[in-house]
């Protein structure tokens, strides 16, 4: 993969972002009032994914804050990149939350020659653990990031950091604990050995997704989509080139994806460097054959859920057009949007820019259908969760998002949920297991 893509937030975080606000393909043409937020988690470093676990716990995953050990670069950015076992991840249930594991690898990326910041709520990208989710026999894993190029690989693991750029299992002691497992799936490895995009060695695992016992991983580094085996053997699924637009490369970034009610796996893209706006899209993978747009028009998609009824909810990191180089002088100002497409293919705004989504970094979808988003999703000790409480809606005339024909009716018309999230993902697994 080029290394174009590196000036966004997830190829190795947000480094000034060209790309812009919303185009007007996919302004919503009704007026709806704004949903409401409720936050259920506080006090948390570099919140990214979420997931339930079996008894209807929240487990968010945190990347830490790096830390004072081992420098590496991060390419192409004029950055650097600090070590620290400064992860964790957090569970949240019945108002209460506590850290479930720490000491966990993080890398903190600030400007070469810049002093990281320290103050609270400051804005300090990071890679560490980014994802987790639960087999179909309740067991958790987590996924982490890497966002430096193999090369770093010795140096990585001779300081402390050798769980990054992998798959790992764990346990739940009697505790509530989690202490690790046996089963580990290096990626970094599958990207040296394999380099599916033909481009440098570089991968940063984001987003993690277990049907049936098998892990589908995206991967904005790489620009791959791939998953593997309780055996370890890595299969790749599908491979997002750049494209030229205007003259201008740029590349898609996959950062999230979802299985839909028809059992395809829906994927959403940042987009990188030079991405026009607007130009992060929705695909769709059906089992055995190339990823096609479902919809367009979005700006740094970052998560994707669906809920029982079959609609597709979409998370934006940043809509604004200009957000700052993260330095101990910058504020934060990556406003994010949460966007709703029904299984009827409408279109309803959630959140606007400016309504408190800032630097949002994960979505869920809970049992019951609640919303919830990491929020500050690239700060120290400000990042949070919070629960998103639908305004009542109110009707819209036809929405311009443009939502391509994937099926005879011009709409993927998804089918009506009504298990639970978890017996959700089995039961789609079973009906099309091979949707690799």
């Avoid at 000036?7 to 000034?16: D, P, R, V, W």
Wanted: negative net charge; proline residues 6%.
């Amino acid at each position: 993969m080029k290394m174009i893509r590196n000036q966004c937030f997830i190829g190795q975080y947000s480094l000034k972002l060209l790309i812009s606000v919303f185009s007007a393909l996919l302004c919503s043409a009704g007026v709806a009032q704004a949903a409401s937020l409720t936050t259920i988690a506080t006090g948390l470093n570099n919140p990214r994914g979420m997931t339930f676990g079996p008894e209807g716990e929240l487990y968010v995953a945190e990347a830490g804050i790096g830390g004072n050990g081992l420098t590496v670069p991060a390419p192409e950015l004029n950055s650097i990149q600090t070590f620290g076992l400064s992860g964790s991840v957090t569970k949240v249930k019945d108002g209460m939350q506590q850290r479930v594991i720490t000491d966990l690898p993080s890398l903190a990326l600030i400007p070469v020659g810049a002093t990281a910041p320290t103050n609270l709520g400051a804005t300090l990208p990071a890679t560490g653990v980014h994802d987790i989710d639960f087999d179909q026999n309740g067991n958790p894993y987590a996924l982490f990031g890497y966002a430096t190029t193999t090369d770093q690989k010795d140096a990585i693991v001779a300081a402390g950091g050798n769980d990054l750029g992998k798959l790992l299992s764990f346990d739940i002691n009697k505790d509530g604990y989690w202490e690790r497992g046996d089963f580990t799936v290096d990626l970094v490895e599958f990207e040296e050995l394999d380099n599916p995009d033909d481009g440098a060695f570089l991968n940063n695992p984001f987003d993690l997704e277990i049907y049936n016992n098998t892990f589908y991983v995206s991967d904005p580094g790489g620009n791959n989509f791939y998953s593997a085996g309780l055996d370890g053997n890595v299969t790749l699924n599908a491979v997002f080139p750049p494209e030229v637009v205007d003259g201008e490369s740029f590349e898609r970034v996959p950062t999230t994806a979802a299985l839909g009610p028809d059992g395809a796996f829906y994927i959403g893209e940042l987009t990188g460097n030079f991405a026009p706006p607007g130009s992060a899209r929705v695909l769709r993978l059906a089992s055995g054959s190339d990823p096609e747009v479902f919809a367009g028009g979005f700006t740094q998609i970052i998560g994707l859920d669906f809920d029982s009824n079959g609609d597709l909810y979409v998370l934006e990191f940043a809509v604004n057009p200009d957000a700052p180089i993260p330095t101990d002088e910058s504020e934060q100002d990556f406003t994010g949007a949460l966007r709703k497409i029904s299984a009827n293919g409408s279109l309803r705004t959630l959140i606007e820019a400016g309504e408190g989504l800032v630097g949002p970094t994960g979505l869920a979808i809970g049992p019951d259908d609640s919303i919830y988003v990491s929020n500050f999703g690239t700060t120290i000790g400000s990042g949070e969760i919070v629960r998103v409480e639908e305004a009542p809606s109110v009707p819209e005339r036809a929405s311009g998002l443009p939502i391509l024909a994937v099926g005879a009716a011009g709409y993927i018309l998804l089918k009506k949920k009504t298990m639970t999230s978890q017996a959700q993902k089995l039961k789609l697994q079973n009906v099309n297991s091979a949707a690799s």
